[in-house]
Every structure is written in C-alpha cells, then in structure tokens.
C-alpha cells in the first residue's frame, strides 16, 4: 500500500475562509486511505474552529481536482483493504464533508472524477476553471458509487444522472453549468481571484444567518415543506448580536460589522 506524506492535506486559514487542499499532485490528488483520515481531521477541523466562516475544498497543480480513490492502494491492499464505504472502521469522508454545518465550496481547478467528483457533490456549492471535467466511472473498473448514486439524481434530472452513472462518462463544465450542477466557470487566468471573490460574498455575510441557512436546507432535504418549516436547526439568528448590528447598518447606510454572535 502506498503511504502518502503528512502534508497530503493542506490547511489553511485566511479572512475567515478555511482553505483545504488535496496535495498528491504526483497521483492526480487522488485519495489513499492515509489521505482520507486527514480530510476528515481537517473537515472537522474547520467546522470546530469558531474564526471559520466558508470551508474550502480544492486540489493542488492545474491539472486535477480529485482523481478519485488511489487504484494503486486498492490493488497492493487487496480486497480486505477496501470494505464498503458505510462499513469502514472510520467515517465516510463524503458523509462528513455533506454534513459539515458551515457553507462548503468545492473549488475545481482541474479533474474531478470517481470519489473526487464525490466530494465536489457533497460541497454546497461548485466553482470550476475553464475545462473541467467531471465524471463517475466507477462502472467502469467496478466500483459502487455509493455517494454519487444518491446524489446526483438529487442534483440533476434523474435520466441525467442515471446516464452518467451507468456510462461513466464525461461531463464537461459547460454541461455540468447547465444543469446547476457548477455555480460558475472562470477562466484559468486569475481563476483564484474569482473564486476568492466569490467566496468573500458569503463571509462577509452574517455567520450565525448563514450558519442558519445551512442547516436548515441540510435538514429538511427531503421533507414537505410543512415539516421542513418545523425543524428549528442551526443557531438562532433571531436573537443574535449581529441581527440588531444588521438592522443598524441598514438604516445608517452602512457595511455592518458581524462578529458572529
């Protein structure tokens, strides 16, 4: 099995934004299992972290995202190396990344294919440079695509989505755009600063409200309306500190100054 160094997983943070980024740029950032648990620890990292207001998740290079589990890991471990992803020792990392309580933005500078495209899908929110591609072959070299297969026909037309799955083929950006499933393509030149920009609008926005948002679309996904109405998650913004600064700063002509409580 390969083992990957200590800094396959970067974190940093900056402006309230949690950057983390898959650094296997040598193996097209795919995702051994020591890259894994690190995902997880860096994830829940960030969601813990009171400063963190929008989690980042990107890869290192230009030319991929996320290439997907490291097949080279499932064939040295053999089957016994590889369970089912819901009956692994440690979490899923897609069921941790989906249920992280703070906005989650997948930032695609390249490629993101297999259990990369995975973690694109359990991001709120898709940003990709010109030329991606996104695809889910796990058909192809016989895996399940447990994640995607109940994902993505919540995120596409299920005809779409069963298509893709069952082929295993490629989505280009364009088409991925059309179907809502990318939020904006930029260009390569100053790709970083248009996703920077437009993660900004979301920090800059009142983080127990957005905090709010979040869990309550999280939770009720699913439900009628009526009940998804009821539920009551996330913090009472209601009450909050920044809701009296937020009404201060509309009527003062002003950009509030939101502190998170």
Not at 222 to 247: K, T
Request: with cysteine; aromatic share 6%; charged share 25%.
């Amino acid at each position: 099995m390969t083992e990957p160094s200590i800094n396959d997983v970067l974190y940093s943070l900056d402006d309230h934004v949690a950057l983390i980024t898959i650094n296997r740029p040598e193996r097209a950032n795919a995702l051994s299992r020591g890259t894994i648990i690190r995902l997880i620890d860096a994830f829940l990292a960030a969601e813990n972290d009171p400063e963190v207001r929008a989690i980042v998740l990107t890869g290192a290079g230009q030319r991929h995202f996320c290439g997907g589990m490291d097949l080279k890991d499932v064939v040295d471990g053999g089957n016994k190396f590889f369970p089912h992803p819901m009956k692994d020792a440690n979490r899923n990392v897609h069921e941790v990344l989906l249920e992280i309580g703070k906005p989650t933005i997948a930032v695609l500078n390249g490629t993101a294919a297999g259990g990369g495209c995975e973690l694109a899908l359990a991001c709120d929110l898709r940003v990709a440079v010109e030329g991606t591609i996104l695809s889910q072959p796990e058909a192809r070299v016989g895996m399940g695509a447990n994640f995607a297969s109940t994902l993505l026909p919540m995120l596409l037309p299920r005809g779409v989505a069963m298509e893709l799955l069952y082929t295993g083929r490629n989505m280009e950006a364009q088409e991925a755009a059309h179907y809502g499933l990318l939020n904006k393509i930029l260009p390569r030149d100053g790709f970083e600063a248009g996703w920077r920009q437009f993660v900004g609008q979301i920090v800059r926005n009142a983080p127990l409200s957005v905090r709010k948002i979040k869990e309550t679309a999280l939770r009720s996904w699913g439900m009628p309306p009526f009940a998804g109405l009821r539920l009551n998650v996330g913090p009472n913004c209601y009450i909050s500190e920044d809701r009296a600064e937020g009404a201060r700063a509309f009527s003062e002509k002003r950009t509030p100054r939101f502190v998170g409580r």
